[in-house]
């Protein structure tokens, strides 16, 4: 008698309805972007007393300012009087912000300063925009919505120990800065930035750029990394490219400093947004920096092909998951925060 062979096993991804669910989208704003800390800027942002930016976590609008006493302060840009959002402007310098519904402004600490039609500015937890935390590590800055999560340094230590191999990270500019809409859900955008399977035939640049025979890929507590060199292999022309819980990305290119971050902010279940910052120790736009950005973009430019054809498919009766290859681990280990993080207590 014949024996019959077993199929071979492998592990499914995530199903594809969780990339276009309205629902679970949902669910991941209540269970991961407001309980976790956000990249939502940059000191450079801020660096005069006045400046603001503001921004969107989970849905809910937010200001940050550099207030006159020097600190930085976050807020729900929200007016405590009626619910209005008091400042409408991306970023700006001002000494008072004002609410343009009733007229209530507010000091750059969020405290009232004047609160027309009342005879007291004293009035309870109405006298203050409700207070976001905020830390800063490496200039960059993040807000957290939950007022009872760990700090920073307690949930990402050992990626802040990671971060103590680059001396520069504090002396970076900021040099520039793009902004993208990208037609897919915020998993498959970084879905897509944890495996390295597709370079070969997806960034042909970047497969001659980079040694992919010495491509390597490491999991840590909440974040990843791959590394190489460029195939000259040549002293300093190592690259390492970080994911951070749940949706910030910070690659280091060869040469001095040459520094950017992408944040992939969820605008609905089948749209994001992509923030790319590029940074480096001198602001000058040099012919190296020029010829690094036409290849970071080029690659960019590839990728949002790739996850605008790939959440395309996911509407699709043929398969209800995917599976992983062998060198998609970190992709699996995002995958596995994901559903740790939206289990019901």
Known sequence: MAVKESAPSFNPTIPYEQYISPQVFNKEREKIFSKNWILVGHTSQVKNAGDFFTFEVAGEPI????????ELHAFYNICPHR????????????KILQCSYHGWTFKLDGHVHR????KTNELGKYSCMKSI???????????NLDSDAPSFPVAYQSFLEEMQRYSFLESLKLVRET???????????IDNFLECDHCP???????KTFDLSNY????DNKFSYQCSTVSEDTEGASARFYWIWPNMMLNVYPGAGNVNTIQVVPIDAETSLGIYRDYSVDAELTKEKEELFTFVDQVREEDFDLVELLQSGFRSKAFENGIYSPTEHAMEHFHQMIEEALQDE
């Open 179 to 189: 902004h993208r809409i990208v037609k897919a859900n915020w998993k498959a955008v």
């Open 201 to 207: 035939i997806a960034h042909p640049g970047f497969a």
């Open 216 to 219: 390597n890929i490491i999991i």
């Open 115 to 118: 609160a027309p039609n009342f």
């Open 83 to 94: 619910g209005a959002k008091v400042e409408r402007s991306e970023q700006g310098n001002k």
């Open 133 to 143: 935390r905020l830390e800063v590590h490496h200039s960059l800055i993040f807000v």
């Open 63 to 70: 200001i940050v300012t550099h207030c006159t006493d020097g």
